[in-house]
């Protein structure tokens, strides 16, 4: 169907062609961005304006997938020894069908692992059903030759990201408690299962809590993606007060970051760095090229699309999540995983009927944001305001 014919469909018939493309799963990608641009441009027509519901309608859902309980006692969080509790897959549906814009699932868990979830295999059948994408957020010990296979037959997850945050068994061990070598082993039979069915999915990545006695480990790391089949790194900062500390606390960082950005361009290895570091080193870049170290400029980070972006654009200069929405178990909403403020619950009724949903999209397109935001030190939004010295304004 050309774009004419999808925006003639529209305006002739408004409510019915969306009642449509929702029962056949197809409001998402090239028609939703269509639709979603006719609506921006013709807001000011009240007939139109009622509609504006569907470019605020998010593109990615990130999912807590369970909690309570862990199979890892990391540094970072000491794992869950409580009761384990974890997403069902009707639960899922519902949030999928009050949802019908989302093209992508990211399955995540805070002290917790997704793979643990007794539900997996039902939660990857109906994220397919409803013409969506996984991403999942793992340890990666429990991928076992079983889930490989089924993921490799299936192309879902479409991405699988592994917190692994050391390249060497004794880092490992300190951060994580468990064996390097037991979760490289796993990683390596997913590769060589990819590429004997030759298959691009799931497409790996590796991801490093960046910290004082890890961040040297950073340039072997990304030579391990490499060994691994992963298409890239991402770093993150560590966040809390802990001991050792982040990553910019250890002496010689950006040393060697200039390494690991030099590894990651000979190896094809993708790495993202926190917004705020490529920044912080601006000078020490600049003396790289001068000395002939580095040939080009590092680009900037960008965030992974499995899927277009649909909707408004979203920018420094509003929440970078407009088109996400992080969802707990019990269905409560936050604007992201970092930010506990509730924006509504996904399970009471479809978004479009959201009055709480909406209203705080629009806030944020209108430039404002939540309190509890400006504590999230690894936001490109947040560290725009404090270098710009800006009082945002806050949600009522």
Request: proline share 6%; net charge neutral; hydrophobic share 40%.
């Amino acid at each position: 169907m050309d774009s004419d014919k999808i925006i003639s469909f529209f305006a002739e018939n408004p409510d019915g062609f969306l009642d449509f493309l929702i029962a056949k799963r197809k409001l998402k990608g090239g028609i939703r961005a269509l639709i979603s641009r006719f609506i921006l441009d013709n807001s000011h027509a009240p007939q139109i304006a009622k509609y504006m519901w569907l470019p605020l309608l998010p593109h990615t859902l990130s999912v807590v997938s369970t909690k309570g309980r862990c199979n890892l006692a990391c540094r970072m969080c000491g794992g869950g020894n409580g009761r384990l509790e974890y997403l069902r897959a009707a639960d899922l549906d519902r949030m999928m069908a009050h949802t019908p814009t989302a093209e992508l699932v990211i399955l995540v868990a805070g002290d917790s692992e997704p793979l643990l979830n007794p539900e997996t295999s039902n939660i990857l059948r109906t994220i397919h059903a409803h013409h969506a994408n996984c991403n999942i957020v793992t340890n990666g010990h429990l991928l076992s030759d079983r889930l490989i296979d089924a993921m490799v037959k299936t192309g879902q997850p479409a991405s699988i990201n592994v917190s692994l945050d050391a390249a060497t068994p004794n880092t490992y061990k300190a951060i994580r408690g468990a064996s390097l070598e037991a979760v490289t082993t796993r990683l390596a039979r997913l590769r060589d299962a990819k590429n004997a069915a030759n298959v691009q999915r799931p497409i790996i990545s590796l991801l490093m809590v960046g910290m004082e006695d890890n961040i040297d480990e950073l340039p072997r790391f990304i030579e391990l993606a490499a060994e691994l089949g992963a298409n890239r790194v991402h770093v993150d900062h560590m966040h809390g007060n802990y001991s050792p500390g982040d990553f910019h606390l250890s002496r010689g960082w950006q040393d060697i970051m200039i390494d690991a950005l030099i590894v990651s361009r000979e190896t094809g290895v993708g790495l993202q760095l926190p917004h705020d570091t490529l920044r912080i080193m601006q000078d020490k870049l600049n003396s790289a090229m001068v000395q002939g170290r580095m040939h080009h400029p590092p680009s900037p980070p960008a965030a992974e699309k499995s899927q277009p972006e649909t909707g408004p654009e979203p920018t420094t200069s509003m929440c970078p999540w407009l088109n996400s929405v992080f969802v707990t178990l019990s269905g409560e909403m936050r604007p992201c995983c970092d930010t506990a403020s509730p924006i509504g619950n996904i399970m009471d009724s479809p978004l479009k009927e959201n009055a709480t949903y909406l209203g705080t999209r629009l806030g944020n397109l209108a430039g404002k944001t939540h309190r509890d935001c400006m504590r999230a030190a690894n936001c490109a939004y947040v560290q725009e305001l404090r270098r710009q010295h800006r009082a945002p304004e806050f949600m009522d």
